[in-house]
T-cell receptor, first 115, second 113 residues
Framework: DAGITQSPRHKVTETGTPVTLRCHQT?????MYWYRQDPGHGLRLIHY???????DKGEVSDGYSVSRSKTEDFLLTLESATSSQTSVYFC??????????????FGPGTRLLVL | AQKVTQAQTEISVVEKEDVTLDCVYE???????LFWYKQPPSGELVFLIR??????QNEISGRYSWNFQKSTSSFNFTITASQVVDSAVYFC??????????FGKGTRLSVIA
C-alpha cells in the first residue's frame, strides 16, 4: 500500500464549471503524477510534480492546471470542464530512493463525468 | 521519444491455457526500465514487475513469467495455466528512471471458465 488517496472518487459536473481533484499521499514522496485513462488511449500523462511548487506539463495538459503547495497534496484543476474531459483520473507517486525508485504506484482513481 | 506498443487489443482464452501478452518498446536511452501493471475489473492499477535495461534475465513468479529481449526490444508477459481471476487489462510501460512512465494502450485479457 503506497498510502495514496484520491478525492472525490466519483464526480458528475456540468460543462463550464471548474473542478478540482485531490491526490493525497502519506509517505512524503517527492514525485507525483496525474494521468487520465480513456478507452483506446491507455494512460496519458497530464502534469507531474518533482517537489513543492515544482511542476511540469505532460502529454495532454491543455485545459488542466496543477498545484502542489505541500508535499502530501497534488491538486488537479479543470479550469472550465468540457465533455472531452470525461475520464478516469489516476494519481501516482514515485519513491525518490530505494530499490523501486523508478516505479510509480497509483491511487484508486477518480471517475469524472462532464455533462 | 519513448514509445510502447501492445499490438494485442483483446485476447480471450479458456481457463488453464497459457497466454502471452506482447510488448514492444522504443527508446534511445541506454538506461531504462520496463514495467507491467494489471488493472482488474475493479479498476485499480496494480504494479506487477520492473526490469532494468541491464538485466536481461527472465523472471518467474508463480504462474507469471516475463521475457526481456533487448535484441528485439520486447518485454513479453506469459501467464501459465490461466485462471478466471487473471481477467484484466494489462499495461506495459517504460521510463528512463526520472522520467514519467509511458504506457502502451493495454491488452484486455478475458479468461473463460
Amino acid at each position: 500500500d503506497a498510502g495514496i488517496t484520491q478525492s472525490p472518487r466519483h464526480k458528475v459536473t456540468e460543462t463550464g464549471t471548474p473542478v478540482t481533484l485531490r491526490c493525497h499521499q502519506t509517505e512524503n514522496h517527492r514525485y507525483m503524477y496525474w494521468y487520465r485513462q480513456d478507452p483506446g488511449h491507455g494512460l496519458r500523462l497530464i502534469h507531474y510534480s518533482y517537489g513543492v511548487k515544482d511542476t511540469d506539463k505532460g502529454e495532454v495538459s491543455d485545459g488542466y492546471s496543477v498545484s502542489r503547495s505541500k508535499t502530501e497534496d497534488f491538486l488537479l484543476t479543470l479550469e472550465s470542464a468540457t465533455s472531452s474531459q470525461t475520464s478516469v483520473y489516476f494519481c501516482a507517486i514515485r519513491p525518490a530512493s530505494g530499490y523501486y525508485q523508478e516505479t510509480q504506484y497509483f491511487g484508486p482513481g477518480t471517475r469524472l463525468l462532464v455533462l | 521519444a519513448q514509445k510502447v506498443t501492445q499490438a494485442q487489443t483483446e485476447i480471450s482464452v479458456v481457463e488453464k491455457e497459457d497466454v502471452t501478452l506482447d510488448c514492444v518498446y522504443e527508446t534511445r536511452d541506454t538506461t531504462y526500465y520496463l514495467f507491467w501493471y494489471k488493472q482488474p475489473p475493479s479498476g485499480e492499477l496494480v504494479f506487477l514487475i520492473r526490469r532494468n535495461s541491464f538485466d536481461e534475465q527472465n523472471e518467474i513468479s508463480g504462474r507469471y513469467s516475463w521475457n526481456f529481449q533487448k535484441s528485439t526490444s520486447s518485454f513479453n508477459f506469459t501467464i501459465t495455466a490461466s485462471q478466471v481471476v487473471d481477467s484484466a487489462v494489462y499495461f506495459c510501460a517504460l521510463n528512463s528512471g526520472n522520467t514519467p512512465l509511458v504506457f502502451g494502450k493495454g491488452t484486455r485479457l478475458s479468461v473463460i471458465a
